[in-house]
């Protein structure tokens, strides 16, 4: 197995606090600005604002720019791009990142053509592997996955799951 496919393999088998930790990793890297965590720090609860995880910001001169995003490990719905065109009007977002490890649905390939007016992009997970070789986040000097780097992102999000869940913090 090449290093491109077993580093899919290694973001697929993140959890979701992990995977938006990473999120976040990437989005600083690629210069996104501010990223506050709004919601769903645990797997079961729903995201705030109706649909995302992240808002970015960053200024240019006296001009905000905000991005939001979503983060998720299952399948990516059409109805999830629906979520996120809400969330975008209701936030005053600039642009919309879905970011997925899962797969794609069928129609997401075509709906996302319609949200391109909204600016709502589709990061899959082959796109999310080169921006961590992109910016050399998880992976080592020969392109393959950074098990150890995982592994430390993963006792991190048990910590921080039982840090909320013991001090009655589930409620984010």
């Known amino acids: 197995m090449d290093n491109e496919r077993l580093l899919e393999g290694a973001l697929s088998k993140s959890s979701l606090p992990a995977l938006i930790n990473l999120t976040v990793k990437v989005l600083a890297r690629s210069g996104y600005g ?58 005053g977002a600039d642009l919309g990142l879905l970011v997925t490890t899962g797969k794609l649905g069928v129609s997401v390939g075509s709906k996302a053509k319609l949200h391109i007016k909204s600016r709502i992009h589709v990061v899959d997970v082959k796109l999310l592997a080169e921006m961590l070789r992109y910016y050399r986040i998880g992976v080592r000097p020969d392109g393959s996955p950074d098990y150890a780097f995982f592994g430390s992102l993963e006792a991190k999000a048990k910590q921080f799951e039982s840090l909320l869940l013991a001090h009655g913090r589930n409620s984010w």
Do not use: H, P, Y
């Open 34 to 91: 501010d990223i506050e965590v709004l919601g769903r720090r645990l797997n079961w609860q729903k995201s705030k604002l109706g649909g995302c995880e992240l808002l970015c910001r960053s200024f240019i001169g006296n001009i905000e720019l905000r991005v939001i995003v979503k983060v998720i490990r299952d399948f990516a719905r059409t109805r999830m791009l629906d979520e996120m065109a809400g969330a975008m009007d209701r936030l």
